[in-house]
């Protein structure tokens, strides 16, 4: 009995660590964080490319930008509008030390994938029967909203001093790096498929796909939110998201054994 209920035990953490790692994959682990005290600005670049291929809420939300784009004209205009906005508050933000709650703005960055997949479904006219919200207008809009959240990221290494702009721009520079393979991928992909039959019926499956994944990671943000004691306060604090789950699976497996224990001595 004990030894299924301890096995329950960790299945339950297990869980929960990869509930969590879904919904915050995309943080920096401590041996890139120890790599970058050791490197330099190279390995800020490294850093922020391999943060924005493993960042799913920035990728969905390009894919979901370019998903009807065909000319090379409007994919170059409407990226380099995102790649400004997240560009613009990455820096402000980073080199002026503001930071913003790291749930939050994960949550709000979620929302904005059910945004643009929104609008690629016609959803303001079908459902809304409004005009349009100019997309270029938004798309900057949330690349600011976005660069937030790499900001975010990027205050959780342990920047240089003397070199604090270097090693933003260096950063920025790896993310646009992982920008560019990502969306190399995906207009390789979308290219190949358009001229199938099967073209149509897959964009608006994958656009209703984008909104449920957006809401999934809101409401992953919103609960990882609930967890934090001080809603204000920055980082992963010592009774994070996973902690708490590990906690609570450990006080109810104790709560059991103790039951059981007092069971059998009845």
Same mark, same amino acid.
């Given at each position: 009995?004990l030894?299924v209920i ?6 339950l953490?297990?869980?929960a ?5 879904q ?8 041996a890139e964080?120890?790599s ?7 390995r800020?670049l490294?850093?922020g +490319?391999t ?5 799913y809420d920035?990728?969905?939300f390009v894919?979901?930008?370019i ?8 994919i170059v205009?409407?990226?380099t509008?995102?790649?400004l ?5 990455l820096?402000?933000?980073t080199?002026n030390?503001i ?7 994960? +949550?709000?960055? +979620?929302l ?13 006219k079908?459902y809304?029967?409004?005009?349009p919200?100019?997309m ?5 809009s949330?690349g600011l909203?976005?660069?937030?959240g790499?900001s975010?990221r990027l205050q ?7 070199q604090?702009?270097m090693?933003?721009?260096?950063f920025?520079?790896?993310i ?5 393979m990502?969306?190399?991928a ?7 498929w358009r001229?199938a039959?099967s073209?149509t ?5 994958s656009n209703?796909g984008l909104?449920?994944a957006?809401l999934?990671?809101?409401m992953?943000q919103?609960?990882?939110?609930s967890?934090?004691?001080?809603p ?7 009774d994070n998201h996973?902690?708490e ?5 450990e006080e109810l497996t ?5 039951e ?6 009845e």
């Amino acid at each position: 009995m004990l030894s299924v209920i301890k096995q329950s035990r960790w299945l339950l953490a297990v869980v929960a660590t990869l509930v969590a790692s879904q919904a915050f994959g995309h943080g920096m682990s401590e041996a890139e964080k120890q790599s970058i005290i050791e490197g330099g600005n190279l390995r800020y670049l490294w850093i922020g +490319a391999t943060h924005m291929l493993s960042g799913y809420d920035h990728l969905l939300f390009v894919f979901g930008i370019i998903f009807f784009l065909t000319r090379f004209k409007d994919i170059v205009k409407y990226i380099t509008a995102f790649t400004l906005g997240h560009s613009a508050t990455l820096i402000f933000a980073t080199f002026n030390g503001i930071q913003v709650n790291y749930f939050l703005i994960d +949550a709000v960055i +979620a929302l904005s994938v059910c945004y643009i997949a929104f609008a690629n479904l016609g959803g303001f006219k079908k459902y809304l029967d409004i005009k349009p919200p100019n997309m270029l207008v938004m798309i900057t809009s949330l690349g600011l909203i976005h660069g937030l959240g790499l900001s975010t990221r990027l205050q959780q290494l342990p920047l240089s001093e003397d070199q604090l702009l270097m090693n933003i721009i260096s950063f920025n520079i790896g993310i646009e790096v992982g920008q560019i393979m990502a969306l190399a991928a995906m207009l390789l992909i979308l290219a190949g498929w358009r001229k199938a039959d099967s073209f149509t019926p897959f964009s608006v499956i994958s656009n209703y796909g984008l909104i449920f994944a957006g809401l999934f990671l809101f409401m992953m943000q919103m609960h990882g939110y609930s967890h934090v004691t001080d809603p204000d306060e920055f980082g992963f604090s010592a009774d994070n998201h996973i902690h708490e789950h590990i906690k609570m699976n450990e006080e109810l497996t104790a709560k059991i054994i103790k039951e059981s224990t007092h069971d059998s001595i009845e």
